[in-house]
């Protein structure tokens, strides 16, 4: 299949090396600054272009692995309306295409990306949706190639599920910066951590429910400890009040797992 890719970050670099993989023909790279456009079309010794009017009209499929907030103006500036057109966003609805263009869906990869962290395409759980049936089995032949995780979802779940990525992943890794500081004001590498935190993600993941598998303070309601902890955040009055909400979070959570 020839496709056109419109983005030159991690997911857009990702993408096109998994798709190039799988027997695809990447044709072209379009992004707004050529620097990007370059280094990706040469890693995968394609063509590349930063104009809207210079763009491969005849490709197959149309991917804009580019940041949400840009892809309405992009789209509105795509010199077709018949082609097969996909976002990669979770957070934006299909009906993003619906006013310009007649064939498109969405691609969702669910995973984080960045250029030099390898990923492994075929455990990455992909999420689709199309405005018409044909366009669906199109995608899903696509994404099989890539993923043996392949869902259908709508725009609506689709956010619900980007909504739980951003607390499961990019909330609980501002928590690890947290917690790397503290230990290195205490003298202590972070890796120390380390066995620790990747219990509590397998713990988690096996459980079936997180909150069935949870430790700590909060969860046995050990105010005394908690109180220690409440007084050694004093020079970090943002942290205090996270540890307080996070305490009453696991609380409520607990409540809730027993009734």
């Known amino acids: 299949m020839r496709i056109v890719m419109t983005g030159a970050g991690n997911l857009a670099t990702h993408l096109s090396k998994a798709l190039q993989d799988a027997g695809n023909d990447v044709c072209q790279i379009f992004s707004r600054t050529e620097k990007s456009a370059m280094r990706l079309a040469r890693m995968l010794k394609t063509v590349y272009t930063t104009n809207f009017d210079r763009m491969i009209r005849d490709a197959d499929l ?10 309405a103006k992009a789209v509105s500036k795509l010199p077709f309306t018949e082609s097969l057109v996909v976002h990669t966003a979770g957070s934006i609805s299909i009906n993003v295409f619906a006013d310009k263009m007649h064939n498109y869906g969405v691609l969702y990869p669910l995973q984080s990306f960045s250029k030099d962290c ?19 089995t199109t995608l899903r032949s696509i994404a099989t190639s890539l993923s043996a995780k392949v869902y259908e979802l709508t ?17 609980a890794n501002s928590l690890y910066a947290v917690a790397a500081q503290i230990v290195q004001e205490a003298g202590l590498p ?12 397998d713990k988690a993941i096996a459980s079936g429910h997180p ?26 009055p943002d ?6 909400q996070l305490s009453d979070c696991i609380q409520n959570q607990q409540n809730a797992v027993r009734f």
Do not use: C
Not at 118 to 136: D, G, K, Q
Not at 190 to 201: E, I, M, R
């Open 155 to 171: 725009s609506e779940k689709r956010l619900s599920l980007h909504l739980a990525a951003v607390f499961g992943a990019n909330f």
């Open 211 to 236: 909150a069935q598998v949870q430790t700590g303070p909060a969860a046995r309601n050990n105010q005394q400890v908690m109180q220690k902890h409440l007084e050694m955040l004093h020079t970090h």
């Open 118 to 136: 390898h990923v492994n395409f075929s455990e990455i759980p992909l999420f689709l949706e199309a405005n018409t049936a044909e366009n669906l």
């Open 62 to 71: 149309y991917i804009v692995a580019i940041s949400d907030d840009a892809i």
């Open 239 to 244: 942290w205090r009040q996270l540890y307080r």
């Open 190 to 201: 972070f890796d120390v951590l380390a066995p620790l935190l990747q219990q509590t993600v």
